[in-house]
C-alpha cells in the first residue's frame, strides 16, 4: 500500500474505507469480513484449524468508541481457531495471518455478535473494527504431555468421530527427518494400529478426526516407534516423526449401550486375548488400550443372572489385574495401586492384587503399607515365598529411612547449636563491658556521689 493510500483511507470513514481498499474474507463474498493488512507477517507458515493462536487486539465501533483490548489489559488472548470459541470473523480473518502481522478487520455484525449485540458494550446490528496483532501460534496438543500435536490442513466433515474399536480408512504418509518413509492406504481398527505398523499417536488420533478431514500429527518417540525404532522403516530409536493422515471413510464400532450382555461378553474376551498379546509383545500401552475397553462395557452391568454375573465379575477382576500389571511396567504406580483397589473390592484376599499393589506401594517408597499389603498375602497363602522375601525388602528401606532420617537431623541440630554458639560469642564482649559497667560506674559518677555525701 502506498503513502497517498494510507493518506486517502485516513479521510474515508472505516467502513468505507475498508470496503474499497480491504480483501473480502468472507465464504459468500458479501464483505462480511474485510481485512487490511498493517504490517506484513514475517512467516510463510498460516495457522490452521484447531491451532492455539495467541493475539493481541483492540476493538472499536464504527464511531470510533473502543469497547475492548487486550493491550489495555497487557494480557495478550489465546484461542483454538476455527472451534467457534469466538466470533466468526476472527475464525475467518485470524485464519489468513502469518505470524508478527497486524492487520485491521471490519466484521458486520453478522459475523461478530449479530441482532443482539452485546449488553453495554456493543449495540444491537454493529459493525465493528479490530486491529489484530497474530502473536503466535502453534498445533492443538492432544495429550497433557504434549507428545501429540495435531494441525488440521482439511477440515472434515459433519460432526461425528470414529470411536474405539470403529474400522476406519486411511491414507497416511510418514516422514522422518524430512525423509517420507510410509505412505500408502489401509484399513484398521481404532485401538489395534499396531498391528499395520502404525504408530500409537496416529492411531489415538482417530478418535478426534472427522470424515474428510486431513491433518498433520506431530509425534514424540513415546507416540512414535519408541526407544525400539523401527527397522523396516530405517526409523532410529527415539525418532521424532510427523505423519499427514486423511481419513478417507469409518464404520462406528457399537457403542457400549448398543450392546446385549451376551454380545459384551462374546467381545470381552476377544478383547482380552488381544490385550495378553500386546503385554507378551511389551506393548504395554497397547495392551491397556485393550484392557479398557472391557472395563468400559462390563463394570456397570448388574443385575443379571447369576451365571452372567459371575462372568462380569471374573471378567472385570482379571481384567483389573492385568491393567495393574501394565501399570507397573510402565511405572504408573498410582494408577496401579488404583486397579489393585478395584479387585481387592471384589474379593478382599485376592492374592495377586494384595502383592501388586505391595510392590507398587514399594516402588512409591510407601515401606509400611507395601509392608502391611505383603504381610496380607502370608496371611492368604503363608507358602507365597516372593512376599517373604519383599517384606525383608520393606523392613530393610524402613530401618534404612530411619538412619537417613536420624543423620539428617542429627546434622540439623549440630548446624543449629553451631549457629548459637556462634551469636553467643558475639554478644559475649558487649555482655561483659556491661556488667562491668554495671559494678564500676564512671568516676565522675562516682565523684558527685561523694560531693552528695
Not at 116 to 125: D, L
Not at 174 to 202: K, T
Not at 321 to 331: G, I, K
Not at 381 to 392: D, E, H, L, M, Y
Request: glycine fraction near 8%; charge should be positive; aromatic fraction near 8%.
Amino acid at each position: 500500500m502506498s503513502t497517498d493510500q494510507a493518506v486517502k483511507m485516513d479521510s474515508q470513514p472505516p467502513d468505507s474505507m475498508m470496503t474499497e481498499w480491504g480483501v473480502d474474507l468472507s465464504p459468500k463474498q458479501d464483505k462480511g469480513v474485510c481485512k487490511v493488512i498493517m504490517r506484513p507477517g514475517d512467516e510463510a507458515e498460516y495457522p490452521m484449524t484447531g491451532d492455539r493462536v495467541c493475539v493481541h487486539y483492540t476493538g472499536k465501533l464504527l464511531n470510533g468508541k473502543k469497547f475492548d483490548s487486550s493491550r489495555d489489559r497487557n494480557k495478550p488472548f489465546t484461542f483454538n481457531l476455527g472451534r467457534g470459541q469466538v466470533i466468526k470473523a476472527w475464525d475467518i480473518g485470524i485464519a489468513s495471518m502469518k505470524k508478527g502481522e497486524v492487520c485491521q478487520l471490519m466484521c458486520h455484525s453478522e459475523y461478530a455478535y449479530g441482532v443482539s449485540g452485546s449488553p453495554s458494550k456493543i449495540p444491537p446490528k454493529s459493525t465493528l473494527i479490530f486491529e489484530i496483532e497474530l502473536l503466535n501460534f502453534k498445533g492443538e496438543e492432544l495429550t497433557e504431555d504434549g507428545g501429540v500435536i495435531r494441525r488440521i490442513k482439511q477440515k472434515g466433515e459433519g460432526f461425528s468421530n470414529p470411536n474405539e474399536g470403529a474400522i476406519v480408512e486411511v491414507h497416511l504418509e510418514g516422514r522422518s527427518g524430512g525423509r517420507v518413509f510410509d505412505s500408502r492406504d489401509v484399513q484398521f481398527v481404532v485401538g489395534e494400529g499396531e498391528d499395520h505398523s502404525i504408530p500409537l499417536g496416529v492411531d489415538r488420533t482417530m478418535e478426534k478426526m472427522q470424515k474428510g478431514e486431513c491433518c498433520l500429527i506431530y509425534l514424540k518417540p513415546q507416540y512414535g516407534f519408541g526407544d525400539e525404532g523401527k527397522p523396516e522403516f530405517h526409523i532410529e530409536p527415539n525418532a521424532e516423526l510427523v505423519y499427514q493422515v486423511t481419513l478417507k471413510d469409518f464404520e462406528k464400532a457399537k457403542e457400549s449401550w448398543e450392546m446385549s450382555i451376551e454380545e459384551k461378553l462374546e467381545q470381552a474376551v476377544g478383547v482380552k486375548h488381544k490385550g495378553t498379546q500386546y503385554f507378551k509383545a511389551g506393548r504395554y500401552v497397547q495392551a491397556m488400550l485393550q484392557y479398557q475397553k472391557i472395563v468400559a462395557w462390563l463394570e456397570m452391568e448388574c443385575g443379571l443372572a447369576e451365571e452372567k454375573q459371575r462372568a462380569v465379575h471374573d471378567l472385570i477382576l482379571v481384567t483389573q489385574l492385568n491393567l495393574a500389571m501394565c501399570h507397573l511396567r510402565l511405572r504408573e504406580y498410582t494408577h496401579a495401586v488404583e486397579s489393585c483397589d478395584k479387585v481387592i473390592e471384589l474379593d478382599s484376599s485376592n492374592e495377586k492384587a494384595l502383592y501388586r499393589r505391595g510392590e507398587a506401594r514399594l516402588l512409591k517408597n510407601e515401606f509400611s503399607l507395601a509392608l502391611r499389603d505383603f504381610g496380607r498375602v502370608l496371611e492368604v497363602n503363608p507358602k507365597n515365598r516372593a512376599a517373604r522375601t519383599q517384606i525383608s525388602v520393606c523392613k530393610r528401606k524402613i530401618r534404612e529411612h530411619h538412619e537417613m532420617d536420624k543423620r539428617t537431623y542429627a546434622n540439623m541440630f549440630q548446624k543449629f547449636a553451631e549457629r548459637d554458639a556462634k551469636v553467643r560469642k558475639t554478644k559475649l564482649p558487649r555482655d561483659d563491658s556491661t556488667k562491668e559497667e554495671r559494678n564500676n560506674p564512671p568516676a565522675k559518677h562516682r565523684r558527685r556521689s561523694r560531693e552528695h555525701l
